[in-house]
């Protein structure tokens, strides 16, 4: 399950693991600060080699990717986000 804003999400199965999160899209000046702090050194480099407008809906992508995958897992975010690595290929995502 995962809230944000006025959003909610809930992801039910029976047959195998799932982990779901959300967040709300909003300006986050610091965006390449927390990028380090929480994100490996390749997706920081990427963080930071975007330009300016594409920071924050690509933080947000990587963000919600790791806690939906920990989410999944059991492990939740007592787990570092810099030890689940997400990588970008063309249009689509990936651990």
């Known amino acids: 399950m995962s809230h944000s804003h006025e959003l909610a999400l809930c992801a039910l199965s029976v047959r195998r693991q799932v982990g779901v999160d959300l967040e709300y899209l ?6 390449v600060q927390l ?3 929480f994100f490996s050194v390749r997706e920081h480099a990427l963080i930071q ?3 300016v407008e594409e920071q924050v ?3 947000f992508r ?4 790791k806690e939906a995958y920990l989410k999944a897992t059991g492990q939740g975010l007592s787990h570092p986000l810099d030890q689940v690595e997400i ?3 063309q249009d689509s995502w990936a651990l």
Do not use: N
């Open 26 to 31: 909003r300006p986050l000046p610091e965006v």
């Open 35 to 37: 990028a380090k702090r």
């Open 49 to 51: 080699a975007l330009p």
């Open 57 to 59: 809906p690509v933080f």
């Open 62 to 65: 990587l963000w919600t990717g």
């Open 87 to 89: 990588v970008s290929t």
